[in-house]
Structure formats: C-alpha cells, structure tokens
C-alpha cells in the first residue's frame, strides 16, 4: 500500500474513532437540567420517592377524582417532565390523578447516564409501587414516549397495569442506533453501528441485548395501545407492526398519518385526546 494511502486510511480511522466517542458521549451522558414551577392551571405537588438506597425520583403530582384512576406519564430521552404537561392538563381535567417522573439521569432525577431505558426501567418500578400504596384502590396505567416507552416495557413487571400506551417505541437498540446514524451520516451510518454498539455496550457496563423492548413486551401482561406515526424516521412502520405482533392480546395500534418522532398529542391533537380517552375510559373505569 502506498505511503500516502495508508496515512489517509490511518486519518480516517482516527476521525471515525473521535467522531464515535463523541456521538457515543451525547448518546448515554445525563440530561439534567432545572425543571420551573408549573403555572396555576394544572396545581401539583412536588415530591420524590426512593429508587433505591442512593438515588430518587423527582417528580410532580396532580389528584384527580376518587375512584377515576391514577397514570403515570414517562417521557423521552434527554428530556424530562414537562415534555408531558399537556397530556397531565387534559387527563387531569378529567379527573385522572397524574404523576410526572424524570427519569433517571434526565432533569431533576439524580443518575449519570442515559441507558435506552435499562435503569430508566427502575424509576418506573419506583413510580408504579409509589402509585400502588398512595392509591391502594386505584386502577392505574402508564404512558411512555419513545424512552419512557421502552422503560415501561423493560421494568421488572412485579407489577400488573390495568391499561399501557406505547408511543414511537423502539423495537432494538441495533434498529434505534441504525436509523439515527442514517439520518445523520446518511448510507454510510450504519458502517458506524458496530463501534457504536460496544461502545455503548462499555459505557453502560451492560449488553446491549438487555436494552430490546421487542423481546420483553409479551411480558406487559396488560392492556395495550401502541402508537406511531407513517413519517417516524427514527421508528419505522415495519418496525412498530413487529411490535405489535410480539405484544400479547388485549392490544390496538395506531398508526397517525403524517405524524414522525415528536410529540404526538401537539401533532393530533385533540384527535389524540379522544382516542386516549376512549381507551383509559374503557380499561379505568370498567
């Protein structure tokens, strides 16, 4: 190989080496940030509960109506609570009791990496046993957003849910990485995939066949609606349908037209509203 060749293969390999560790570096560093008082529309409690003997979960509370039902509301990565203050404003207006979490190293919530919902999956334990012994008599139910989703469905299932809504979730950790990469580094992306997964793999300290929702979601054991939008690009159609058929029955799916991986209930609205209404109604209040 000639000289020049071998210092432009070498170059490359360096560059592809940093720009690894960086990406590798966004991916799993904490999300902290301070979250603001709420405004007087939607009064909440500020509080925290144990996730373990070191670390907390910071979150807000809003009582609805007795006998209503309580739903826990877990949102996406490098993110935090707020993200699902208008679905907590209609739910509550309802009479729902609400309960907002950050997750583990996401805003107030102490934790030093992000890890694609495998200790993320501890704050949700934490949140539902918290639900379980503050509202004894309550059915209870969740709603995940992409992250929050794929915390929902790695927890340990000690617990039962009366009704689960999964919004933009993720198969694998190998498709959710992929189609990042090619959206940001085009065709050439998933080259990048292999490194990007060890690399993962040894910032986390946990293999990254631990981090597949598709391969746990038969265990939910509860209810379920899943939703997704014909334009997600970072969770494809086919990938979301897999999903689907991996999860056991009772189960509905949404597909929302033009809708991609952002917030679906601003996308639809009050369309949204309905749909997610009609299902905890049914599975809540039976």
Same mark, same amino acid.
């Given at each position: ?22 990406? #590798? +570096? ?10 603001? =008082? ?9 509080? &925290? ?9 910071? !979150?807000?509370?809003?009582? #609805?109506?007795? #006998? ?14 707020? +993200?699902?203050?208008?679905? !907590?404003?209609?739910?509550?207006? &309802? ?16 934790? %030093? ?9 501890? @704050? ?13 008599? +309550?059915?209870?139910?969740?709603? #995940?957003?992409?992250?929050?989703? !794929? ?8 617990? %039962? ?6 919004? @933009? ?28 997964? @060890?690399?993962? @793999? ?5 293999? *990254? ?20 939008? *014909?334009?997600? *690009?970072? =969770?494809?159609?086919?990938? *979301? ?9 009772? %189960? ?13 209930? =601003? ?10 209404? !009609? ?8």
């Amino acid at each position: 190989m000639p000289r020049w060749l071998l210092l432009q293969v070498l170059s490359l390999i360096v560059v592809m080496s940093i720009v690894i560790f960086a990406i #590798g +570096e966004l991916l799993t560093g904490a999300a902290h940030s301070a979250v603001e =008082t709420l405004s007087s529309d939607l009064p909440v409690e500020s509080i &925290q509960f144990p996730v373990n003997a070191e670390n907390n979960v910071h !979150a807000w509370l809003a009582h #609805g109506d007795r #006998g209503n039902g309580a739903i826990l509301l877990v949102h996406s990565m490098r993110s935090n609570r707020l +993200e699902m203050l208008s679905r !907590a404003r209609f739910l509550n207006a &309802q009479g729902y009791s609400v309960l907002l979490i950050d997750l583990q190293a996401h805003g107030e919530s102490p934790g %030093k990496r992000i890890t694609f919902g495998f200790r993320e999956s501890e @704050s949700v334990d934490a949140s539902i046993t918290f639900l379980q012994q503050n509202f004894p008599n +309550e059915r209870i139910a969740a709603i #995940g957003v992409s992250l929050g989703a !794929a915390a929902i469905v790695l927890a340990k299932h000690s617990f %039962k849910l009366d009704a689960v809504i999964l919004e @933009s979730l993720h198969p694998t950790i190998e498709e959710a990485v992929e189609n990042r990469l090619k959206l940001h580094f085009g065709e050439i992306g998933p080259l990048l995939l292999p490194l990007l997964l @060890s690399q993962l @793999s040894f910032y986390l300290d946990i293999p *990254t066949s631990q981090l597949n929702p598709i391969t746990q979601i038969a265990n939910l054991n509860s209810p379920l609606l899943l939703i997704s939008g *014909t334009h997600d *690009t970072h =969770t494809t159609l086919p990938e *979301t349908e897999r999903l689907f058929i991996a999860a056991r029955e009772p %189960k509905e799916i949404w597909i929302i037209p033009g809708a991609g991986h952002f917030n679906m209930h =601003t996308y639809a609205g009050r369309v949204y509203e309905q749909r997610i209404t !009609a299902f905890l109604h049914h599975y809540l209040r039976q």
